[in-house]
């Protein structure tokens, strides 16, 4: 009844299976969602999405696929502000446009011209992967200086779309952080091996175990230890040269510290935005190269991938194809990023820039969208946060 | 291949209407109309429900309230870091038989004495239907919730050292929280209904407060909550008061029998909220909540 929704879905990531449609369907023909639209939506958000990460991509799917549910889309439209309304009309309505909405004198026709309009453009630009996309064809425009469209994907859903994660960790105030420095690395240090040994567990410890039964005269005295684990994989790409320069060492410093208590740690160098090839030496970069693919498919989907790097660079180097500084790049930043995510699920980046001036750079921002929001400051807070997120392991 | 699929659910809808249970919020506990929903699918399609949310906002409680609204029987199963999914079904304490053998127990003769049931067979072994509470489950160790598939799908288990299957005599209502600290198993959430519980709106927070505190004043609500969203607002809180927090809050106003005025005063010594306590849980929190509510002061 709905095959359509579903491989909506599945094209836009989430990943529904046979038996959540199929629990959608029982749900359905049992009765629990009857006659109502906004039931309909919830009961099927409850069975096929399960993660609240997901809840908006299924809330675009839902109301792109639905589009004929008046009474959605009512209950969307209600939600926008009206002067966000009105930015919106200088924005996207044309001379013309307004001046014929003026004869018409309507504020209905005007929401029905602009919800047109949205729901073209949102359509053409969630046809990619992601919400970046190439600059021409996104309503948000080449999303540096667009709050506002960050703004639009959250004020008409609002309601319905649970809080998301990431967008709670954007407000972690840092005035009281201190920078990573020689004297805070070993409690870095310690908080990565923390980390590194974790996992739970006793195990016997049949040494000990004899040992004591003989002492207490053969009767059994059982003697447990704790397990050590140490398989935390780790790919590390570093960012390197141009803005960076002030940051390698730190960074450097605290990852090859860390070497010890990781079971893997590989790195990798990139400049500003990783693209097809990567390169271990970095006095070798030109002819030394290891294409990302081959990093790709080397590394299993367990290693966890963490980026250093301040985000700091064109927004073109992201967005583009051939937007790189250094070479001729066929195709985005962006691109490869999704790819490399795709593969680690388990990945974050880790910026040493002070965090209050990420909103301030169009290419920190946009990377921590790619990012889904795991963009974390290079201090003991941050590092904390950011190997927590690791450490749940998607 | 196609996996193979249940169609249990089908046969259910022979089942006359009245014998259904349904769930709705009740004068103790304000659900939202998505979370109705899908408690009543997990409920109808006897499915776990998992539900996730800010600490504090009414997860545990849910189990609580779906059993008392429902007036069935309620097994709680407490998730901690070092539980394993067997214990939830059963254990069996070699140590003790082996002690006992050793001392010439007559007891050990007999292995069934050293099984001891878990949450899950308690669940599986009522006589009627019960609510089976599973708190906290993203505790334990990664791989916990994949040993309890089969177990919550068929809702049955074998016993090896009895050879016996324990099956459930009626499927028990599963509901299971998970405070979003590892990430769960794909094969595990398909079969579970997904509740994410978001931090309740103004108007949500006013009947839930209208439910635990009949009697109390409308304006202090106003004022406590204002300040209690302003609170939230605070970027960079490691913690935030949720709805827990507030209730509590509420209440010591009440027992203190804080005037409003006090609430609303703008007095410049007073920077923050009298028995703050309740709602900011550390002190860097309380530190970071005055800075910036003097700096507001000063603004003004």
């Known amino acids: ?394 | 291949m196609v996996p193979p699929v249940r169609l249990r659910g089908i046969y259910m809808t022979e089942r006359p209407q009245t014998q259904r249970l349904r769930f709705a919020s009740t004068d103790r506990y304000i659900a939202t109309r998505d979370l109705e929903v899908a408690v009543n699918a997990s409920i109808a399609l006897e499915r776990p429900l998992l539900v996730k949310g800010e600490p504090g906002t009414g997860k545990t409680v849910l189990a609580e309230e779906v059993a008392r609204a429902l007036g069935l029987p309620l097994i709680q199963w407490h998730i901690k870091s070092t539980t394993k999914a067997a214990q939830g079904l059963y254990e069996y304490d070699a140590v003790a038989r082996l002690r006992d053998g050793q001392l010439g127990d007559e007891k050990v003769h007999d292995i069934a004495n050293y099984i001891k049931r878990g949450k899950l067979w308690d669940a599986f072994a009522a006589d009627t239907p019960v609510v089976l509470l599973i708190d906290e489950i993203d505790k334990a160790d990664i791989e916990f919730p994949n040993d309890l598939l089969q177990e919550l799908d068929r809702m049955e288990f074998f016993v090896y050292e009895t050879k016996e299957t324990i099956t459930a005599k009626r499927r028990p209502i599963v509901i299971i929280t998970s405070n979003n600290e590892k990430e769960l198993p794909d094969a595990f959430l398909r079969r579970c209904f997904f509740h994410y519980i978001r931090f309740p709106d103004k108007e949500t927070m006013e009947r839930i407060v209208a439910a635990h505190h009949p009697n109390i004043k409308q304006e202090l609500v106003r004022e406590a909550l204002h300040l209690f969203y302003d609170m939230r607002d605070v970027p960079g809180l490691k913690k935030k008061p949720a709805t827990s927090e507030l209730l509590d809050w509420l209440k010591l106003l009440m027992i203190e029998d804080i005037p409003l005025e006090v609430l609303r005063a703008k007095d410049p010594k007073v920077v923050i909220p009298p028995l703050h306590g309740a709602l900011l849980k550390n002190e860097q929190d309380v530190h970071l909540f005055e800075r910036v509510a003097f700096l507001a002061r000063r603004g003004q």
């Open chain 1, 1 to 394: 009844m709905f095959a359509g929704f579903v491989s909506a879905l599945r094209n836009e990531g989430v990943k529904v299976s046979l038996l959540e449609y199929l629990m959608l369907l029982n749900g359905l023909k049992q009765q629990v969602a009857l006659y109502d639209v906004e039931d309909f939506y919830f009961l099927a958000r409850a069975s096929l999405v399960k993660d609240e990460r997901l809840i908006d991509r299924f809330d675009r799917v839902f109301a792109l696929y639905f589009r004929g549910l008046q009474a959605v889309h009512g209950a969307i439209l209600a939600e926008i502000p009206e002067d966000w309304l009105k930015q919106l009309a200088e924005r996207f309505l044309t001379e013309e446009e307004r001046a014929a909405i003026q004869r018409l004198g309507g504020l209905e026709k005007l929401m029905e011209t602009l919800r047109q309009r949205l729901m073209e453009q949102q359509g053409r630009h969630e046809g990619g992967s992601k919400w970046i996309g190439t600059a021409g064809t996104s309503p948000f425009g080449a999303y540096g200086d667009n709050p506002e469209g960050i703004r639009i994907g959250q004020a008409s859903s609002r309601r319905r779309r649970a809080v998301k994660v990431w967008d709670k960790r954007e407000f972690r105030d840092l005035d009281g952080d201190v920078e990573l420095g020689t004297r805070t690395l070993k409690l870095a240090l310690r908080r990565l091996r923390r980390w590194a040994r974790e996992g739970e567990a006793d195990e016997l410890d049949l040494g000990g175990t004899i040992h004591a039964t003989a002492a207490n005269g053969g009767c059994l005295d059982l003697q447990m230890r704790p397990e050590r684990h140490n398989k935390v994989k780790v790919l590390l790409l570093l960012d390197i040269g141009g803005s960076m320069d002030d940051y390698i060492e730190e960074s450097a410093q605290l990852f090859s510290a860390a070497r010890a208590e990781f079971k893997h740690l590989e790195t990798y160098y990139f400049h500003n935005c990783p693209y097809e090839a990567l390169w271990r030496n970095n006095r070798r970069r030109h002819d030394q190269t290891t294409p990302t693919i081959e990093v790709m498919n080397t590394y299993g989907p367990d290693w966890k991938l963490i980026f250093v790097g301040d985000a700091t660079m064109s927004p073109y180097e992201i967005t583009e194809p051939g937007g790189s500084v250094e070479h001729w790049n066929a195709e985005a930043g962006a691109v490869w990023m999704a790819r490399l995510l795709k593969r680690f699920r388990s990945a974050i980046w880790i910026n040493p820039r002070d965090p209050r001036a990420w909103d301030g750079t169009s290419s920190a921002r946009l990377l921590r969208q790619v990012m889904e929001g795991r963009m974390y400051p290079l201090t003991l807070d941050g590092l904390e946060a950011g190997l927590k997120e690791l450490q749940r392991g998607r």
